[in-house]
């Protein structure tokens, strides 16, 4: 791997993706970090990109790999596996976007790839660096909430397709809402919980946005946790093209001492603009993009494991294709004890 103990050299394969979009100007401008290249599909899309962030365009993967200490994997989620093993082959540090993998197979596959190799991996949940996120899970280890009863969260947005038409292919996304946004709340579930899923109830249909008749638009996922604990998460594609942001992301948490509710993003301004550009919700405040960003580079600095791991995004994955064996079933499905 090439890098000095000066900076980490970061490269980026696929903007594809919408995230890349964020992620490559934070990594362009983040103190120790040397962007080393962007590849793409696309070559045009890579140089492009390169080009916006004043780095190199690659033509080939395995190009790039050689310049690089980490990766950071933002392409169609079908594609993740054979990306982060060649990566783990070529002895590259991965932080890979969510879902890890579209089936359990290529998300185990993945985090066994990268054990042999013994390169780090990260899955890219940036969640856990909203500050109103860690202030939850700060309350409930403090007890103060006494015993966690019910959480109840809400991942919704926009039909994806407005970024990139592959969310929508079942082909290349893996599937609709339910991959797309279960697996974030699933993840600070277990993350402040500290325990693991046992069990699955999950429905889904494609009653909204009916014009998408490949992948399901609107889910509704329960959970119940080995320590006793429940949770549900609506993952629906529900708001419209004119809503002001993406869509959003809150959890109710009930305990027996007390309950909270805390919304990921209300830091935000309210902005009115003509009557074509509407009602826009610009964010303020801590960028949890750039603490996951940040904690990768350090990771691969320090050659520790991050905070995030790929077995992390593997539970996830796990979860999700319990809730497509559910919604096929009609029933709760239990998941088998998790191991390592």
């Known amino acids: 791997m090439a890098g000095d103990e000066r900076s980490v050299r970061i490269g980026v394969l696929s903007m594809e993706h919408v995230h890349a979009g964020a992620y490559v100007p934070l990594l362009a401008a983040m103190p120790g970090v040397d962007l ?140 609709g809402a339910v991959t797309d946004h279960v697996v974030h709340l699933a993840d600070l579930y277990r993350w402040m919980l500290g325990a693991e899923v046992v069990e699955v109830y999950a429905v889904a249909n494609r009653i909204l946005q009916e014009r998408f008749d490949r992948v399901e638009t609107g889910g509704l996922v329960s959970l119940r946790f080995a320590n006793g604990a429940f949770a549900t998460i609506d993952c629906s594609w529900s708001k419209p093209r004119s809503y002001p942001t993406w869509g959003g ?46 904690e990768f580079v350090a990771a691969v600095r320090d050659r520790r494991q991050p905070a995030v791991s790929g077995l992390d995004g593997l539970r996830a994955v796990e979860i999700v294709d319990a809730a497509y064996r559910s919604i096929a079933a009609g029933e709760p499905v239990r998941l088998a004890p998790a191991s390592a």
């Open 249 to 294: 992301l809150s959890i109710d948490a009930i305990g027996t001492g007390g309950a909270i509710r805390v919304d990921a993003f209300r830091q935000r301004l309210a902005v009115y603009g003509t009557r074509e550009a509407g009602i826009s919700w610009p964010a303020w405040g801590p960028d949890a993009d750039r603490g996951m960003l940040e």
């Open 36 to 175: 080393a290249g962007i590849w793409d599909a696309d070559p045009s899309r890579a140089s492009s990109a390169a080009a916006g962030a004043g780095t190199t365009g690659f033509d080939s993967v395995g190009a790039l790999l050689r310049e690089v200490d980490g990766v950071v994997i933002t392409a169609p989620n079908a594609e993740h596996r054979a990306l982060v093993e060649e990566a783990a082959s070529a002895g590259v540090h991965v932080l890979c976007e969510k879902p890890l993998a579209t089936t359990v197979d290529d998300a185990r596959a993945i985090v066994d790839a990268c054990e042999r190799a013994g390169v780090l991996l990260m899955t890219a949940f940036p969640s856990r660096w909203n500050p109103a996120l860690r202030s939850l899970r700060s309350t409930i280890e403090a007890g103060g909430l006494g015993d966690v009863v019910c959480m109840e969260g809400v991942n919704t947005g926009a039909m994806p397709d407005l970024h990139a038409a592959w969310f929508v292919d079942p082909a290349r996304s893996g599937g």
